[in-house]
């Protein structure tokens, strides 16, 4: 594991985009039966999702956010000294979208800019890349941009996955200040599971093909996808996460000497209902202090932990807070920190028209 603490860097302003158009879960009944969907709908705890049309990308959710901050907040575009953008579902294979976001958000050429492809522990690689970052004496405030458009990943006709993952960008604009004080950091890897979550062709190791585009009836169940669909090892990903994430929790509050009486809120990746209830019952956390989303949008992978901070913290943010984040999944990876928040700029979620 790699343990990192950082002083005095932390979050300016936080803003969230979600396409407008809402799934109802309930009434997702092209390819199930009504009362199939209803028992998949109350166990995984999703009732309404948000997904893009063909046309709007990732990267469009994360521009939306970004001038929306860039405006409230008025920050001169040159000011802006480092681009991240965390995504697994960019624009092209090449080039990375953040260049790509750097010429449309108008910032200077100076700006550094690059992608981060991780799931759903990627926000917090891409924070403390941006504080490693913003270390430095000549970078002075990181925009971090995390988008996915997971409708897009899953076939609708596998419910193992129809029926959890939706889409949203946000945008992080980060910066020094005394006020924030420490933050700690602990990330971790383990590919030997990298199989749990995968997408299997479409890549250079198994490129498209006619074949890989063919939908296949994938198991006893009926489950059909393409070899270019997302698909997840439910029961073995859940035992990866009462292994590996209560302890990573742990350690991080040993590394940090922190008490996890002081932690304000605890801001957990938003798998399904199920996981969350079970770390909260794990961990024996007051319910009150555990803000989700999921009910919502759905699973947004690496989005959901800002997109919970947006969405149900808000206002909450702008007085001083610390938080505890916590996000495991795609890699396997799975990474946890706590910083404090203090008068962060939240502004309301932004609906960007889709078709």
Not at 100 to 122: H, V
Not at 146 to 159: C, L
Request: charge should be negative; glycine fraction near 6%.
């Amino acid at each position: 594991m790699a343990y990192l603490n950082f002083n005095n860097i932390g979050f300016r302003g936080l803003a969230a985009a979600v396409p407008s158009r809402v799934i109802d879960n309930y009434k997702y009944t092209a390819h199930f039966p009504a009362e199939d969907v209803k028992d998949v709908v109350d166990k995984v705890g999703v009732y309404e999702r948000r997904f893009t049309d063909k046309n709007t990308t990732s990267s469009d959710l994360c521009f939306h956010a970004a001038e929306k901050l860039l405006a409230d907040l008025e920050i001169e575009r040159e000011s802006i000294d480092a681009l991240i953008f965390v995504t697994q579902t960019p624009d092209y294979k090449m080039p990375a979208s953040a260049v790509i976001l750097q010429d449309r958000l108008q910032l200077p050429k100076s700006t550094l800019a690059f992608d981060i492809n991780m799931g759903c522990a990627g926000f917090i690689h891409g924070l403390s890349v941006a504080f490693s970052y913003l270390q430095q004496p000549t970078i002075n405030r990181v925009l971090l941009l995390d988008g996915e458009t997971r409708s897009k990943v899953y076939h609708p006709k596998d419910r193992k996955t129809a029926f959890i993952f939706g889409d949203a960008g946000v945008a992080a604009l980060l910066d020094k200040n005394d006020a924030y004080g420490p933050s700690w950091f602990s990330i971790n890897s383990d590919g030997s599971r990298s199989h749990l979550i995968r997408i299997d062709a479409g890549g250079y190791r198994n490129p498209s093909s006619p074949d890989t585009l063919k939908e296949k009836v994938v198991d006893e169940h009926g489950n059909i996808r393409t070899d270019e669909n997302g698909y997840m090892n439910g029961p073995d990903v859940f035992n990866f996460l009462i292994r590996e994430v209560p302890k990573d929790i742990k350690n991080i509050f040993e590394f940090s000497g922190q008490d996890r009486e002081n932690i304000d809120f605890w801001v957990f990746h938003q798998a399904n209902t199920y996981m969350n209830e079970y770390l909260a019952k794990k961990l024996k956390l007051d319910a009150s202090k555990i803000p989700t989303s999921i009910e919502k949008f759905g699973n947004t992978s690496s989005v959901s932990i800002p997109l919970t901070m947006v969405s149900k913290l808000g206002d909450k943010l702008k007085e001083t807070k610390k938080l505890l984040l916590s996000g495991f999944g795609v890699g396997m990876s799975w990474a946890s920190a706590i910083l404090q928040m203090h008068n962060c700029y939240i502004p309301e979620i932004i609906e960007v028209p889709v078709e």
